[in-house]
C-alpha cells in the first residue's frame, strides 16, 4: 500500500508565501506523476498542479500558474508545492496524490489512485 503525507500548511497573511511537502512511501512506490488538489469549504475538489517523476514536466491551473511551483526529489520520494503572492481565495485543503499510470486526464480526481489526508492552508486578508 502506498502512503502520502502532506506537510506544511498553517495560516499566512495575503501576500505571503508556504511550501508543502508530500512523502510518499509503501510498497515499491512507483507512480508516473503526482499532483496536488486543493478543496474550499462548500466547493469541489479542483487540480493545482501535477509533476511527472521521470522528466519532471508540470502543469499548471490558471488560477496559481505564475504563483505555485511545483518541484520533486526523486532520491527522497517527495513532491513540493512552492506557494507564492497566496490570496484569501487559496484558502482551502491541500491535498496530494499519485497516479500510478499517465493520463490525460491529469486534471481530475479520477486520474490518480493514491490521496494524502490534506492539510489546511488558511490565507488571511
Known amino acids: 500500500q502506498v502512503q502520502l503525507v502532506e506537510s506544511g500548511g498553517g495560516l499566512v497573511q495575503a501576500g505571503g508565501s508556504l511550501r508543502l511537502s508530500c512523502a510518499a512511501s509503501g510498497r515499491t512506490f512507483s507512480s508516473a506523476a503526482m499532483g496536488w488538489f486543493r478543496q474550499a469549504p462548500g466547493k469541489e475538489r479542483e487540480f493545482v498542479a501535477r509533476i511527472t517523476w521521470s522528466s519532471g514536466s508540470t502543469v499548471y491551473a490558471d488560477s496559481v500558474r505564475e504563483r505555485f511551483t511545483i518541484s520533486r526529489d526523486s532520491a527522497k520520494n517527495t513532491v513540493y508545492l512552492q506557494m507564492n503572492t497566496l490570496k484569501p481565495e487559496d484558502t482551502a485543503v491541500y491535498y496530494c496524490?499519485?497516479?500510478?499510470?499517465?493520463?490525460?486526464?491529469?486534471?481530475?480526481?479520477?486520474?490518480?489512485?493514491?490521496w494524502g489526508q490534506g492539510t489546511q492552508v488558511t490565507v488571511s486578508s
Open positions: 496524490a499519485a497516479a500510478k499510470y499517465y493520463t490525460p486526464n491529469y486534471h481530475g480526481t479520477a486520474g490518480y489512485d493514491y
